[in-house]
């Protein structure tokens, strides 16, 4: 016999409780809307838990459009320019959230992420926004009899005058954004960007990874495609048995990722020593040699120990040994996946949307938000800017249709 179905009306529908759906649903629900949020695991915010290594980040005081990246930057630009860090201080200071600041990123005065998502429950809670938890929907589509969003999940169906989609990506699958989000956009029309690892560990060919694992050393990472510089970054480099790691990695790896996925030649070149050119170094290595010290001594002097070694086993040249200290060379081979990245390149087309308020060309009615969409934020704080945004946007414009809606 056919387990019986049961079905629930709301005015607006949001399918995924991570960050971008968390904001959407607080922002409608504050307009009076009757709003309810389905998420297909058992907890709500999960990969919230996990950012800015268990502290979040949560936005940054430095913005420029250049850390939205996305196939339609100015687009992206243009949504984060209408909810701005600011913004989203004075969202979250409203909450009850005391914020501190480092090094332009904000993060929780408690340094616990927990604490944000604390605060965004109590609030879905104070506002009395239901939570459909294990709703794993199976079929979506516009009952065009009804008028309304259908979400067909086992055992239930739910409907909704309007529906946001925020279902995120597919990075870090053990949170519950495993890409379904993707089907469910294509479901309702729309076209996705393949989806690429961004923020993200980069894998090298060459056997001296495994013997410099370890090494953390200030320095500059520059990355090319088929010989052609594509992006840059300083920070602290931090090598493993695979390749490259750190922040610096992270940064350029969107490019890499993309690269490859265009059967590109990807390498990198590591400068462990930014701060002095070529002609420097070798005049620091001559001058201790000309005092008899050896090379690698001198060497120890200005890198790390195992760097100086793995470079002073190659060659005793001054010039050439500054050189690779300026030009350390890497093959890019890979990414670590999506398991190991923060955030994904690619999704849902930005020109698939009205920017203006996040409602898709493709089917009116519905919004999508957060990192479905293709945009994703440099490190630090950039992409739960963007979730927040398009989340609040999507959210207030959801509301205002309704509300529109009932005053016809
Ligand atoms: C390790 C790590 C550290 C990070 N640190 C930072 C940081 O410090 N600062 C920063 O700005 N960004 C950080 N990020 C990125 C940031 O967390 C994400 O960009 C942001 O959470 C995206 O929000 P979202 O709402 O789009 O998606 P998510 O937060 O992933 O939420 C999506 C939700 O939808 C649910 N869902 C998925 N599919 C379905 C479905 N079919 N049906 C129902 N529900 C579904 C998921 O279970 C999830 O709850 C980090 C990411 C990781 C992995």
């Excluded at 607006?12 to 009757?34: F, K, N, P």
């Excluded at 459009?65 to 196939?71: D, G, K, T, V």
């Excluded at 909450?95 to 990123?105: C, Q, V």
């Excluded at 690698?296 to 190659?314: M, S, V």
């Amino acid at each position: 016999m056919k387990k019986k179905e049961t079905e629930h009306f709301h005015e607006l529908l949001i399918i995924g409780a991570g960050a971008s759906g968390l904001m959407a649903a607080i922002r409608a629900a504050r307009q009076g809307v009757d709003v309810a949020l389905l998420e297909h695991t058992d907890k709500i915010g999960r990969k919230l838990l996990i950012t800015g290594n268990g502290r979040c980040n949560l936005t940054n005081q430095i913005q420029r459009p250049e850390y939205y990246r996305s196939h339609h930057c100015q687009t992206a630009w243009q949504i984060v320019s209408k909810f701005t860090k600011d913004d989203t201080i004075a969202f979250f200071q409203e909450l009850g959230l005391l914020l501190r600041e480092r090094s332009g990123g904000i993060y929780p005065w408690s340094n616990q992420a927990a604490s944000v998502l604390r605060v965004l429950k109590s609030e879905l809670y104070y506002l009395g926004i239901p939570i459909y938890y294990r709703a794993e929907p199976i079929k979506l589509y516009k009952d065009k009899k009804r008028g309304c969003f259908c979400c067909e999940t086992e055992g239930a169906r739910y409907f909704g005058k309007k529906l946001i989609l925020a279902a995120g990506s597919k990075a870090a699958e053990k949170t519950g954004s495993d890409g379904s989000g993707y089907a469910l956009a294509h479901m309702l029309g729309h076209s996705i960007y393949p989806p690429l690892p961004a923020l993200v560990p980069l894998i090298a060919k060459e056997p001296y990874f495994r013997r410099l694992a370890g090494v953390r050393a200030e320095g500059k990472i520059t990355l090319y495609g088929n010989g052609r510089e594509m992006a840059s970054d300083i920070g602290e480099l931090q090598i493993t048995e695979y390749g490259i790691s750190g922040i610096p990695a992270f940064q350029v790896s969107r490019y890499a990722a993309e690269a490859l996925y265009e059967k590109k030649h990807v390498t990198a070149e590591l400068d462990f020593c930014p701060c002095l050119t070529v002609q420097e170094l070798e005049y620091r290595i001559e001058k201790q040699k000309k005092k008899g010290i050896r090379t690698r001594e001198a060497l120890i002097g200005i890198l790390n120990e195992k760097l100086a070694d793995e470079l002073h086993t190659r060659t005793e040249n001054r010039k050439e040994l500054a050189e690779r200290i300026k030009c350390f060379p890497a093959t890019i081979t890979g990414t670590k996946g999506f398991d190991f990245c923060q955030v994904c390149a690619g999704g849902v087309p930005l020109t698939e949307i009205d920017p203006e308020t996040m409602e898709s060309k493709r089917e009116k009615g519905l919004y999508l938000a957060g990192e479905l969409l293709d945009v994703d934020g440099a490190c630090g704080g950039y992409n739960l800017q963007w979730a927040w945004a398009s989340g609040h946007l999507a959210g207030a414009s959801a509301a205002a249709g309704i509300k529109g809606e009932y005053i016809l």
